[in-house]
Each structure stands twice: as C-alpha cells, then as structure tokens.
C-alpha cells in the first residue's frame, strides 16, 4: 500500500478539510476530528496500519463521504474515495470488513450499516 497518492476528481461529496473539521468540532466527537493530522490539503496522506486509527479514519470517511438510506454502486464508493486517496479498493475493503458498510451478496450495492 502507498503511503503518498494522486487526487482525482469526483462528484460525490468531498470530506470536510482540516479546517472545516476544526470549525464544527465542537458539534464533532473527539476521535472524529482527531483524524484531521492524517490528511494534507484535503487528502488522505497514508492509511493507517494501527487498527484504533484506522477505525477513526473509517468512521470519518463513512459519516463524510455517503450518505444514509443512499445505495451506491461500486463504482460511485470508489469515486468517493479517489477523492481523499488513490487505493479505493483498500479503503472500501476496510469499510466493509469494519461494518461500517454493508455490500449486498452479488456485490452490486453498498450502504451505510445501521
């Protein structure tokens, strides 16, 4: 897994910058905004190997990136993700594995869990 990516552009919702994350954490859990030192100008530096980090980052992207009673596609979740870092694949493999994102039996749907 690289550490480093290229952006990519995408349509779907983009995760709030540093910034912004700093500006609403009052309204944001601590483990939430902590995830703001894991990206550089709007995108993802590295994927974290510590599983606890990497649970934060998962819950960022899940509540910042989709959006509930939404189904998406293959496709549009990888579009989601190239928006913060180029190995999508990984990415929704740890969303899914961390249940936070349910995929549907013959893979042609994903949602948010609960």
Excluded: W
């Amino acid at each position: 897994m690289s550490d480093h990516e290229q952006p990519a552009s995408s349509s779907v919702r983009q995760p709030a910058s540093s910034s912004d994350e700093r500006a609403a954490s009052s309204s944001v859990p601590a483990a939430a905004s902590d995830v703001s030192a894991l990206f550089s100008r709007g995108r993802l530096t590295a994927i974290p190997r510590k599983a606890a980090r990497r649970e934060q980052l998962l819950a960022h992207l899940a509540g910042t990136l989709f959006e509930r009673e939404r189904s998406y596609t293959e496709r549009e979740v990888n579009e989601a993700l190239l928006t913060v870092h180029e190995d999508c694949a990984a990415l929704r493999r740890y969303l899914v594995v961390s249940g936070r994102v349910v995929r549907s039996r013959d893979g042609a749907e994903y949602r948010l869990a609960g």
